[in-house]
Nanobody, 115 residues
Framework: QVEVVESGGGVVQPGESLRLSCSAS????????MAWARQRPGKARTFVASILNTGRINIPDSLKDRFSVSRDGNENTVYLQMASLKPEDTAVYFC?????????WGKGISVTVSS
């Protein structure tokens, strides 16, 4: 059974940093990409960052000066480093593992940016 679990969320003040982690277990086959998405209150889920098994990274221009993504392939773990957080970054952040056998999402973790 596949399990994808995010961690590292919480409440921070504007301007602070936070690192989210996400680990997967039970995935059969090769992992082709790892990605992050977020869902702000009352909004649809949107793409935040991805990293391919080749190491290629994709982050929207609106976020790339503050967000970065990295991975530990040996541990099937992906990280999202967020800096200079703003109230509009408040959202539930979801992790996704894309593998040859399927696409797997975590249940999400809450990040609240508030003074």
């Amino acid at each position: 059974q596949v399990e994808v679990v995010e961690s590292g969320g919480g409440v921070v003040q504007p301007g602070e940093s936070l690192r989210l982690s996400c680990s997967a277990s039970g995935i059969v086959g090769s992992i082709e990409h790892m990605a992050w998405a977020r869902q702000r209150p009352g909004k649809a889920r949107t793409f935040v960052a991805s990293i391919l098994n080749t190491g290629r990274i994709n982050i929207p221009d609106s976020l790339k000066d503050r967000f970065s993504v990295s991975r530990d392939g040996n541990e099937n773990t992906v990280y999202l480093q967020m800096a200079s957080l703003k109230p509009e970054d408040t959202a539930v952040y979801f992790c996704n593992f894309g593998a040859t056998e399927g696409s797997y999402w975590g249940k999400g973790i809450s990040v609240t940016v508030s003074s």
